[in-house]
């Protein structure tokens, strides 16, 4: 009989819609003679730095393409510990890391060491989450939804404590994909203090860990006290780095990251060494990384700035603008019209916006129905030129003229 698990999974909304517009879109721009607009895929269009792919090449070179160590290189861990040591977080060693395939692969290994339990998150929710990572492991996800809020994304406190009593995890992810809200110290402490009186553990996504805005500071779940905290981070993001699937796990309870090595063997026989040595380099190479994330942050943060000052006009107070990752998480009820009978109120607002050349993921991705009228809109992979035309496409084409949010 096949493991039902599989038949829980599916793909994600993000990866699907990513396929679907490599017909939609050369067919566009064929028909109108513009270019099309991809605000849909968190993924840098930066290439990956050069000293970083230097360094792999020097790791071959120096016969790294043997059989790797169980759980990651020694000096893996070693650049993961100084790294985290040069953020303010010691006290940790190489039995409290874990090098896994990517961020995702981190997060799969928690949800299966909880198989089974009931999960708490914060909606809305990473689409891989609800769509791969919580049924393959056959949790149930019991969603706690952030509160909109005069332009801000607040925890509705009272509710996360009601639904925290018999949950396996509490699952965080800071800065958040996709609001880009970034937990304060307060609010972690709070959760933190939460799930230490229920005995709840918690699994803290923190992959956009070097993305944050204005006066936004990341704070890693990993400074506050306890063995029931797993961190779970990737190079992905930091390092444009996402098809060379490198991320790692940390958790003060050795004896948990040796089950947890145990299950990343047992799936993949562990991390190629060449690539392990690469962002070892990457992570201890602080003038370089300091060189290449300093202008990638202005870029990012000018991108964030024109959007909000096109969008706040039209979207009003309510318009929650991004302290972290590099998204926005737009509620565009009464900005379009009403679906037509038979078809889903948001494939017709995704439909909307393929129609104008735009390609985003509909707020359903992230949660049920009450995101049917939100979008999600990336602008990681897109440069200011370009996203300025869709913006005005956006305001032309996709929104109701005069029309504001919430109507």
Not at 97 to 105: A, R
Not at 314 to 326: D, I
Not at 350 to 376: K, M, N, S, W
Request: proline residues 6%; contains cysteine; glycine residues 10%.
């Amino acid at each position: 009989m096949l493991n039902p698990a599989f038949t829980r999974i599916g793909l994600s909304p993000i990866v699907e819609i990513s396929e679907r517009i490599r017909d939609v879109a050369p067919r566009w721009e064929a028909r109108t003679g513009g270019k099309f607009a991809f605000l849909q895929r968190g993924e840098l269009a930066d290439n990956t730095p050069a000293y970083i792919t230097r360094a792999i090449g020097q790791a071959i070179e120096a016969g790294l393409t043997r059989y790797p160590k169980s759980g990651g290189e020694p000096w893996f861990k070693d650049a993961v510990l100084a790294r985290l040591a040069a953020t303010g977080l010691t006290g940790l060693g190489r039995e409290n890391v874990l090098c896994t395939y990517g961020g995702q692969e981190g997060l799969q290994l928690v949800f299966n060491a909880f198989a089974g339990g009931r999960v708490v998150a914060f909606a809305p929710i990473w689409s891989c989450v609800i769509d791969n990572i919580a049924p393959y492991a056959g949790c149930t996800l019991d969603p706690v939804a952030l509160v909109e809020r005069d332009g801000a994304l607040e925890i509705d406190f009272a509710q996360v404590e009601a639904k925290l009593p018999g949950a396996a995890l509490l699952y965080v992810n800071s800065p958040q994909n996709p609001s880009g809200k970034v937990f304060s110290r307060a609010e972690l402490s709070r959760l933190n203090d939460l799930c230490v009186k229920h005995g709840v553990s918690i699994v803290s996504d923190e992959a956009y860990e070097d993305f944050v805005f204005g006066g936004a500071k990341h704070i890693s779940l990993l400074e506050f006290p306890g063995d029931h905290i797993f961190a779970v981070f990737t190079c992905s993001k930091s390092y444009a780095a996402t098809g060379f699937r490198i991320g790692y796990t940390v958790c003060r309870n050795a004896d948990i990251i040796g089950k947890l090595t145990l299950g990343e063997y047992t799936q993949t026989g562990g991390v190629v060494p060449f690539i392990q040595k690469a962002f070892a380099v990457a992570m201890t190479s602080e003038a370089d990384r300091e060189a290449w994330l300093r202008p990638l942050l202005e870029k990012f943060n000018r991108r964030r700035d024109v959007i909000y000052d096109h969008l706040r006009p039209v979207l009003g107070p309510a318009l929650y603008r991004p302290e972290g990752a590099f998204y926005f998480f737009l509620n565009l009820k009464g900005l379009v019209p009403p679906a037509p009978a038979g078809m889903a109120t948001g494939e017709f607002v995704l439909q909307r916006f393929l129609d104008a050349g735009i390609a985003v993921i509909p707020g359903t991705a992230f949660g049920g129905p009450e995101y049917a009228h939100h979008v999600r809109l990336s602008f990681s992979g897109i440069e200011d030129e370009a996203l300025e035309r869709a913006l005005e496409r956006m305001t032309k084409q996709v929104f109701i003229s005069g029309a504001k949010a919430g109507a």
